[in-house]
């Protein structure tokens, strides 16, 4: 297939900002694409060569890119120099001088999918101290032998800024629509959230039909989307939405982690499918030692423990893991525990679609339990004041709070879904808002006074996973120490987006923009109507969305979180439902 057929479709998907035109757009394209070729297009719509668990990033610094473009067009390097500071988006860039090169040149040879992929993954592989020269090289030839709109697409590619909208839900509507019907959504959706791989999904679902579908399961290397739970004000809430029985856990300070265990070698997992086994290379080690099984998939998290007392340390101890070099000293000077809390799977059966007890049954028989490798603090409680005991004896031993699991006979592990058969239950619920929020940065207002010269503020914003779009829900300004307003440039500039962003509903329009990509844990007084966002907009009160008022930052930064996995606008609804209110007044 011809790359400018793919190009195309991207610029029809970028001229929209309708969900539904969207994925008629997808399914009509993916009913005559090359079935042979649909697992890599997918890939492409999102800017990727592979699914994100794959090891491998495909991304060329701008001025590489710069380059390429001057070599390919045949115009000089200040040129084009010139044109990007103008623009602030090579794709376009790319686009008018590749236009203007057309005039006077032929293609000297077809772009094709195949030859697109072929070039990205030499750029992407590309090593050593050859490996710029290689990758501008690379890429000068695709652009020499493309049209103006593919050299648009092939160049934010490179640079990770595609803007086509192409989301996951969008793209599994689509083939639903082109392969299979409305009422095989759910199904095809799991597939999904089994595998973390939306490339075999559409590759399946195009050669098998939903029979190919269905067979699709859980298997170690392949990450399972992780189980979500859901919120409730008081103990006594979660207990009697339980059915007033129900088995509750310890909420450790940590890192989330599914551990895929092979026979030979173990992977860990973050949530956002980050390959996190480097950083935890003692915690993979006795994993593997004391599984009784040849394969497994387990979740658990792990926690950092004080060397001296083996007292259980917050978040930001553990983080001192994620570091990329000294990794001897790090395991020397911040041991690590795993608290294991669920079993996925286990030599070829997939526990999923087993109730919770069995599936913790089965985790604690399935390990020599020991050292660093534990199993979570579980009790069955029967009652709000049973669940307040453990939920005192929780916030004793040093954690957030506390997991109540439902031990129905439908307490199968939902993979990918948020639902009520977790609940967790946490000591800032005590307070005036329950839970902080993980929100994306979409925008930014410069500052002023002491902040003059940099980003003083940002526009924060919640994910619609009905619409696939990003939508707005307080301007943040505090919490903010020197350093961090020293390092937000690093941080967000190379997500910086001329326009706004077609995934961004916003009303509020910031000095800049930026695709969504970086993730802040943000803490509020409450939530409110607010007149001048969008998340939830129409749903509570015509012409007023929600908004959260004093919004702080914590000082973390969600970096094992994607985008995508930010706290939801159907989370925030449900938040505010949560609250007491006096009054129906709209926050600015």
């Not at 603090?377 to 005991?389: A, C, I, L, N, Y």
């Not at 939508?471 to 020197?482: A, Q, R, S, Y």
């Amino acid at each position: 297939m011809l790359y400018s057929d793919l190009a195309e479709t991207f610029d029809r998907l970028e001229s929209t900002g309708s969900r539904l035109e969207m994925t008629s757009i997808l399914a009509e394209f993916f009913r005559r694409a090359d079935k042979a070729e649909l697992r890599s297009i997918v890939y492409l719509s999102q800017g990727k060569l592979h699914p994100d668990f794959v090891p491998g990033v495909l991304g060329m610094a701008d001025r590489l890119v710069m380059k390429a473009i001057a070599k390919a067009s045949g115009n000089p390097d200040d040129k084009v120099e010139k044109l990007t500071v103008e623009t602030g988006d090579l794709g376009q860039v790319a686009e008018a001088m590749i236009s203007r090169k057309k005039q006077m040149a032929l293609f000297s040879e077809e772009l094709t999918v195949a030859r697109v992929v072929k070039g990205l993954t030499t750029i992407e592989n590309a090593e050593g101290k050859d490996s710029q020269d290689v990758k501008q090289k690379t890429l000068a030839g695709l652009l020499h032998d493309s049209g103006p709109l593919e050299a648009r697409y092939l160049c934010r590619t490179v640079t990770g800024r595609m803007r086509v909208g192409a989301a996951d839900m969008t793209i599994l509507d689509a083939l639903a629509e082109a392969f299979a019907t409305k009422e095989d959504r759910p199904t095809i959706e799991r597939a999904f959230n089994v595998t973390c791989d939306i490339g075999l999904v559409a590759e399946t679902i195009a050669n098998g039909g939903m029979d190919a579908v269905l067979a699709i399961g859980v298997k170690v290397g392949s990450p399972v989307k992780v189980m979500l739970a859901e919120r409730l004000p008081s103990i006594a809430e979660v207990v009697e939405k339980m059915g007033g029985r129900c088995a509750m856990e310890y909420k450790y300070d940590g890192i989330r982690v599914q551990a895929h265990i092979g026979r030979d070698s173990v992977k860990l997992y973050s949530r956002r499918l980050e390959d996190l086994t480097s950083n935890f290379p003692d915690i993979a080690e006795a994993l593997r030692a004391r599984c009784r099984h040849g394969e497994a998939i387990i979740e658990g998290e792990c926690v950092a423990v004080d060397p001296e007392t083996g007292y259980m340390l917050p978040f930001q101890n553990v983080t001192h893991r994620r570091k990329k070099h000294g990794m001897d000293e790090a395991v020397r000077d911040v041991p690590v525990r795993i608290f294991m809390f669920d079993m996925l799977y286990a030599d070829g059966r997939d526990w999923t679609s087993e109730p919770y007890l069995d599936r913790r049954a089965a985790l604690e028989s399935g390990f020599e339990i020991g050292d660093n490798v534990q199993m979570t603090t579980m009790r069955m409680v029967g009652s709000p004041e049973e669940g307040e005991d453990f939920f005192a004896s929780a916030i004793g031993a040093r954690c957030e709070g506390i997991m109540a699991k439902s031990v129905a006979p439908d307490s199968v592990y939902r993979a990918g879904s948020r639902g009520f058969l977790w609940i967790k239950y946490k000591k800032d619920y005590q307070q005036a808002l329950t839970d902080s929020f993980d929100l994306a940065v979409v925008g930014a207002f410069y500052g002023m006074g002491k902040r003059a010269g940099r980003y003083g503020a940002l526009l924060m914003a919640a994910y619609d996973n009905e619409t696939g779009r990003f939508e707005t829900v307080c301007k943040l300004g505090t919490g903010f120490d020197d350093a961090f307003l020293d390092a937000m440039p690093a941080l967000l500039d190379g997500t910086l987006s001329e326009t706004r962003p077609s995934s961004v509903d916003a009303e509020m329009v910031p000095d800049v923009w930026f695709d969504p990509a970086v993730v802040l844990e943000v803490v509020a007084a409450e939530i409110t109507l607010s007149p001048i966002h969008t998340a939830a907009k129409d749903v509570l009160k015509e012409g007023a969305g929600l908004g959260i008022r004093f919004p702080r930052f914590t000082g973390r930064v969600r970096d094992d979180k994607t985008p995508e996995q930010c706290t939801t606008v159907s989370e925030i609804v449900e938040m505010y439902g949560m609250q007491v209110h006096d009054s129906d007044g709209l926050s600015e």
